[in-house]
């Protein structure tokens, strides 16, 4: 039961479960139902929105949430109630300085690619300065994909759901990479081992993610 003022919207988060609003028993918003997301996600991508509310007193605010089908357990976050204007300034306060520093980090890595590119010719352990960029790349965009700042700001979840899980898949082979060369321990064969199983384990699960396995 809520009294919401005019203009006043709902700001609701769902985490890979279809869900849906009504006020006063009338449907307003729904999201993750089948087909309205690629074929091979097993379940919507995260959402954060804001729905719009009529203004009145003793008005009956329902969401219903589907479970999702390749989890066992859900987490229901608590929606928030209030205009756009205060929704998105309590966003900026509780996420915005991690948003910056994922920024930062993808400009830092495209940077240090660029560099690398100037480098290499010139001194083989360039590469290290290659592998630290993508490293601080592959860093950035996880935590830029992943925040509800984001989310709500781009409303495409489907392809920062991708680019989420892209970011946190590669984080290690290039982490790894970097140690090789600026250590100079490419004579060590356990490390080349553990580069390939890198390598492996990464394809291995874009391809469950992308067959939605």
Not at 84 to 94: I, N, Q
Not at 176 to 184: G, H, I, K, N, T
Request: glycine share 8%; with cysteine.
């Amino acid at each position: 039961i809520a009294d919401p003022h005019a203009g006043d919207v709902l700001y609701v988060k769902t985490v890979y479960a279809p869900f849906k609003v009504y006020e006063n028993g009338k449907l307003l918003y729904s999201y993750g139902e089948k087909g309205s997301y690629p074929a091979f996600f097993s379940d919507p991508a995260t959402e954060v929105t804001t729905v719009t509310l009529g203004a009145g007193e003793n008005m009956q605010i329902t969401l219903v949430y589907s479970f999702p089908n390749s989890r066992s357990s859900m987490m229901i976050y608590a929606p928030l109630l209030g205009s756009s204007t205060g929704v998105l300034e309590h966003l900026l306060r509780e996420m915005g300085i991690p948003l910056a520093i994922a920024l930062i980090l993808m400009l830092m890595g495209i940077l240090l690619t660029l560099i690398s590119a100037f480098l290499i010719p010139l001194e083989p352990k360039g590469t290290a300065v290659l592998w630290l960029g993508l490293f601080a790349f592959s860093s950035g965009l996880w935590t830029f994909s992943e925040s509800n700042l984001t989310v709500f700001l781009t409303d495409n979840p489907d392809l920062l759901y991708i680019l989420a899980f892209l970011g946190l898949f590669t984080l290690t082979v290039p982490l790894l990479l970097f140690a090789v060369r600026m250590l100079d321990l490419t004579q060590y064969r356990i490390l080349r081992i553990l580069l390939v199983i890198n390598a492996v384990m990464l394809i291995c699960a874009m391809a469950l993610q992308l067959t939605g396995m």
